[in-house]
């Protein structure tokens, strides 16, 4: 199997599936010609023709309301907003519209789109440029909101959220664009959404975490083995629909349970997760769950120190993992 | 652009010398303050997203020449050139973008998050669009007080696509606001062209279903910018009417730093830079009406690289944000049971592994 990064694997991912169905097209800011800012899609629009990648004027809530409308009239969108911090003008529209149309017209309608948003700090980008969201967004029945943290599981991931018949936002960690490489399998696979994965399994602690984080989970997971701790690290990969199962059967098996995200900690979808858990697990638990994130400041200062105190990182999560562990 | 006939200039004798010899040296100050702010960039003394006006002097030193001190400006990112044109000394502005605790923001915002409230300058916002309704809402303020002055709402060509721009001109004018609009159409947002993403190409047309008066200009001629804001600027504050302006210049660059350009043909920018450099055209003008010779240019260039080295040298002394200033201006009020320095403090410790 060839070894590529997460930023190739989605690229591949839209590619392989525009071939395949041409429904399909992309919208969004600087998609075409300049193959996105992040140049997910470069070369896409030389593929597929700009009647597939379309260049949109600045307007995310045209982006996305445009998407909503061709969805409902048999086409298969894929949204793509330039940095995730950009979709507040969005909101309105994924929120109300996108998100409600299924159920408000009894099931007449559906609106199967992909909103595409790169995510998440630690690049130096500030306040505007490093925002976490999927809180937000989590909260909403009707969407899908899914967050890969490997490659294999962002090209999986991407195709069975194009091919889903619901909107699914896509969360993409632009961290982990070129910095995680893993094994992709050159033949066509899904990744369903949904279910959670075990990607390090342990006996004295679980660790629920997604995206960026989970990389930084295996690292602080792996430099405990040493002192003979076992930490076992789920990777969440969706939170909604949340994979409840697997959660509860970890920490159950468990007794410990840490939660991990970058987003600031207040109202963080970890608090979700450990209420489900204190709700349907609290006999099984040796220790009070801990929540790991970002702190609760207004949004990611610029100046590096600022930004290191901010981001949870191994040796953050490490010091957790072992207080907990020592409970 | 613009064409030639609109912007030829026949006669200065009009004009104080002093204060064309000053626009020249700020024109220039922002020039290599933005290419040295590159060099800076590249040898990873400043990092994250960066914007430069290189193209864009005549167009904010015209615009400064223009307001009053009661004026308030709201930009967007591209952002270093306003503050320096408003009189924000380089080294605190060179410091922000270094990240460092003497900067504008102290270090919390960088590059694109500028401010200097003494100077009414109401800061630089990275959400496109996210500055013109607050620009809005500040002209009412001062239509609410009865006191002078007028509001700029700078912005980019491609911001004129976003939702917020039409909400804002719509109730600029019901609310009578005193209001500049003042679009800067450098030809591109990011990679896309103003006709390939604005269906009226005519920015300055905008206003039209909104009752809003506008017009266009040439952004790369100091004098016809400062004299088009002066005369907008002064109805906007006499009628308490909004006005658009759209300031046509050339983008030297790429978007940012750190863009490639390649979407743009190289021989396009190479023929544009040549064509329109502002800084360039002003000094053959002032040239030609013997305002200036060859050694006063000398003695600016040498004066103007003298002020940016030191803001170069005040950035690099500086030092770097206190940790425990994490949980700082969360609030503009005491609020009971938020985090203080202590728990700044403890975080970046476990974070170094400290703990
Ligand atoms: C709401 C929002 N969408 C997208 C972006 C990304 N973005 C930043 S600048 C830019 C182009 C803006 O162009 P223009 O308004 O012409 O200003 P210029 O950069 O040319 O000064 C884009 C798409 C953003 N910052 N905010
Ligand atoms: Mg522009």
Request: hydrophobic residues 40%; proline residues 5%; contains cysteine.
């Amino acid at each position: 199997m060839p070894e590529i990064n997460l930023l190739e694997a989605i690229r591949q991912g839209l590619d392989e599936m525009m071939a395949q169905d041409e429904r399909i097209f992309i919208f969004g800011e600087d998609v075409g010609r300049r193959g996105g800012v992040f140049r997910v899609t470069e070369g896409l629009i030389d593929k597929y023709g700009p009647l597939r990648v379309l260049d949109s004027p600045l307007a995310e809530s045209v982006i996305v309301g445009a998407c909503i409308g061709a969805a409902m009239n048999d086409t298969r969108p894929i949204a793509e907003i330039q940095f995730a911090d950009f979709i507040a003008p969005a909101f309105n529209q994924i929120v109300q519209e996108a998100a409600r149309i299924h159920y408000r017209s009894n099931g007449d309608w559906s609106v199967p789109m992909v909103i595409r948003a790169p995510y998440g700090g630690g690049i130096h980008g500030a306040l505007y440029h490093s925002q976490s969201i999927e809180a937000f967004f989590a909260h909403v029945p009707g969407l899908k909101v899914v967050a890969p943290a490997t490659p294999y599981d962002a090209k999986g991931l991407l195709k069975s959220a194009i091919e889903d018949n619901n909107p699914v936002l896509f969360l993409e960690h632009k961290k982990t664009y070129r910095l995680i490489k893993g094994q992709v399998p050159e033949h066509d696979y899904r990744v369903p959404i949904g279910p959670a994965e075990i990607k390090r399994p342990g006996e004295d602690l679980s660790v629920f975490a997604y995206g960026l984080m989970i990389h930084y989970c295996l690292e602080a997971a792996q430099s405990l083995a040493a002192s003979g701790v076992s930490v076992e690290v789920v990777d969440l990969r969706t939170l909604r629909p949340l994979d409840v199962p697997t959660i509860l059967a970890s920490s159950r098996r468990t007794g410990k349970v840490l939660i991990v995200h970058e987003d600031n900690l207040t109202g963080g979808f970890g608090g979700e997760i450990a209420a489900l858990i204190a709700e349907h697990a609290f006999e099984h638990l040796d220790a009070p769950i801990v929540r790991l994130g970002g702190p609760d400041v207004p949004a990611m200062p610029f100046a590096r120190s600022l930004e290191d105190a901010f981001m949870p990182n191994p040796q953050k999560i490490a010091e957790a993992m072992r207080r907990l562990a020592a409970y | 652009m613009v064409k030639e006939a609109d912007v030829v200039r026949t006669s200065l004798a009009d004009e104080d010398a002093d204060e064309l010899r000053h626009y020249y040296y700020q024109m220039l100050l922002l020039r290599r303050f933005e290419e040295r702010t590159g060099e800076m960039y590249v040898k990873a003394k400043i990092g994250g997203y960066c914007h430069l006006n290189l193209g864009e002097e005549a167009t904010i030193v015209g615009l400064m020449a223009a307001l009053k001190p009661e004026d308030y400006i709201f930009t967007n990112y591209r952002d270093h050139g306003y503050v320096l044109g408003r009189g924000t000394p380089p080294g605190p502005i060179m410091a922000e973008l270094f990240g460092k605790e003497t900067g504008v923001s102290g270090g919390r915002g960088g590059s694109m998050h500028l401010f200097d409230a003494e100077r009414h300058f109401m800061g630089g916002y990275a959400i496109v669009g996210g500055q013109v309704p607050l620009a809005v809402g500040a002209a009412y303020a001062l239509r609410y007080q009865e006191k002078p002055g007028v509001v700029v709402a700078q912005m980019g060509d491609a911001t004129t696509n976003i939702g917020a721009f039409y909400e804002s001109l719509n109730l600029a004018k019901l609310w009578k606001c005193p209001v500049l609009f003042f679009i800067v159409n450098n030809g591109y947002g990011m990679g896309t062209s103003v006709a390939m993403g604005s269906s009226e190409p005519d920015l300055w047309k905008k206003g039209a279903s909104f009752r809003i008066h506008g017009e266009q200009i040439d952004g790369t001629d100091v004098l016809a910018v400062r004299d088009a804001c002066r005369r907008l600027r002064d109805y906007a504050e006499r009628e308490a009417d909004p006005v658009i302006l759209d300031v046509v210049s050339f983008r030297f660059r790429g978007h940012s730093v750190i863009d490639s350009d390649r979407y743009r043909n190289p021989e396009f920018v190479r023929k544009g830079r040549q064509d329109h450099d502002p800084v360039r055209n002003f000094a053959t003008l002032l040239h030609e009406h013997a305002i200036i010779d060859d050694a006063w240019l000398k003695a600016t260039a040498d004066q103007v690289e003298h002020e940016i080295q030191e803001a170069i040298d005040f950035a690099n002394a500086s030092s770097d944000p206190n940790i425990e200033d994490l949980y700082q201006f969360m609030y503009a009020t005491e609020v009971a049971n938020t985090p203080g320095p202590e728990d700044a403090i403890a975080a970046v410790k476990i974070n170094r592994g400290e703990v």
